[in-house]
């Protein structure tokens, strides 16, 4: 939408999937050879189609890279309840950074939460029904947010119906 530029970075198969800080620091400084300015990081946890989630600890070495970096933090974490192992259980970006001391009070760190029912709650991918949860952005910065999302999104009736009872209720009918 404003010319961006993608910056790849890959998982770490032989150590659980996990998403190695030296392989974004990596990533970001070649980016930035190229005179890419990073912004964000976009991590889909748990991942899809394998249901592996990361670490904590690797969830903490992210939240301390995105704050060190100044980058917005976007987790996608639309596949909460898709785990397949109870190995390794999922944990929310936003509880982690709350844990870390990361609160929106303290100017550290901006997170952007990504949840849906379509993939979340029912599994049903027609009802496109969706929700962020932003942390530690400026009112101003909010306001373009809420006027960008209001341009170019028009949930469907159903899809706006399951997230009604989602919130009202905490599950589906």
Not at 13 to 29: I, K, P, Y
Not at 66 to 78: F, M, R
Not at 79 to 88: A, D
Request: some cysteine; proline content about 3%; hydrophobic content about 40%.
């Amino acid at each position: 939408m404003l010319n961006g530029n993608l910056a790849p970075y890959y998982l770490d198969e032989a150590n659980g999937w996990a998403l190695s800080v030296r392989e974004l620091s990596d990533s970001l400084r070649k980016a930035q050879a190229k005179g890419v300015a990073v912004r964000g990081l976009v991590v889909i946890n748990p991942g899809n189609p394998t249901g592996q989630t990361l670490s904590k600890e690797n969830m903490q070495e992210i939240v301390q890279f995105c704050s060190d970096q100044g980058l917005v933090l976007c987790a996608d974490e639309v596949y909460q309840e898709n785990i397949w192992t109870s190995e390794r259980p999922f944990y929310s970006f936003r509880k982690v950074a709350y844990e870390m001391g990361f609160t929106p009070e303290s100017n550290k760190l901006q997170l952007a939460s990504f949840h849906s029912c379509s993939k979340g709650f029912l599994g049903e991918c027609g009802l496109r029904g969706g929700y962020v949860e932003t942390h530690g952005f400026g009112a101003d910065v909010m306001a373009q947010f809420v006027k960008q999302a209001s341009v170019s999104l028009c949930s469907n009736t159903i899809g706006m119906r399951e997230l009604y009872l989602v919130r009202t209720w905490g599950r589906l009918f």
